[in-house]
């Protein structure tokens, strides 16, 4: 089974400062994918990165960056530049490529103050 | 990206009558679909993973004839929550992956918008 963990249930940082949100994972399944959706209040999740287990280099995807730690089995969102608008919940989520399905964190509520 | 419609958006209904939720892939095949419970402030639960034509798997606890799930076509898969009960209020989410010129990411999840059901 996998397992999750986002410690950080609250974050605060403010207006263009960078953030990064913890993620850790534990799975056995030698060939996974690691996600990281945004939800905001409306309920809507919104994908925000991808990393696949065997690639080399860090996601990067416009002010979100994946800081993708194989050996530590962590990959931790970087936000950069924050913006009120990223006050939201964050998810983070392991796909089980075998089982073709994901199994995700607790989620971390965000806050930008101005 | 790929883009995934839920309907409806939020239902009300009466203890002991049964709601359907319907969940289709726009622009895509969806060649599985999986349905979520999320309670506030909360994780999503998976409750179920379906295959077009196929069975729906569902996961440990969660009733099969409580929330029955079709998945007739590519881009359908309806929920019904049949006879709510108050306990049954929560925000349901489907999701879809597959295949399609919109598809940039294998095994990539498409979330649809969830329906918030609160049964009185």
């Known amino acids: 089974a996998q397992k999750i963990t986002q410690t950080q249930p609250g974050m605060f940082v403010q207006e263009k400062e960078a953030v990064t949100l913890d993620c850790t994972y534990d799975t056995s399944d030698p060939s996974y994918g690691l996600f990281w959706y945004k939800q905001p209040s409306s309920g809507e999740m919104i994908f925000l990165i991808y990393?696949?287990?065997?690639?080399?280099q860090n996601a990067t995807e416009g002010r979100y960056s994946l800081n993708f730690q194989k050996a530590r089995k962590s990959a931790n969102l970087v936000i950069s530049a924050s913006q009120l608008g990223d006050s939201a919940m964050y998810f983070c989520a392991c796909l089980n490529t075998n089982a073709g399905k994901s199994t995700f964190g607790d989620g971390t509520t965000l806050t930008v103050k101005p | 990206g790929a883009v995934v419609s839920q309907h409806p958006s939020w239902v009300i209904c009466k203890s002991g009558t049964s709601v359907k939720i319907e969940c289709r892939s726009l622009?895509?095949?969806?060649?599985?679909m999986f349905w979520y419970r999320q309670f506030p402030k909360q994780s999503l639960m998976l409750m179920a993973t379906s295959n077009e034509g196929s069975k729906a798997t569902y996961e440990q606890g969660v009733e099969k004839d409580k929330f029955l799930i079709n998945h007739a076509s590519l881009t359908l898969s309806t929920l019904t929550v049949t006879s709510a009960h108050p306990e049954d209020s929560s925000f349901y989410i489907c999701?879809?992956?597959?295949?399609?010129?919109?598809?940039?990411?294998?095994?990539?999840?498409?979330f649809g918008p969830g329906t918030r059901l609160t049964v009185l």
């Open positions: 990393q696949g287990s065997y690639d080399q």
């Open positions: 622009d895509f095949q969806a060649t599985t």
């Open positions: 999701s879809a992956k597959g295949t399609g010129p919109s598809v940039a990411v294998t095994d990539e999840q498409f």
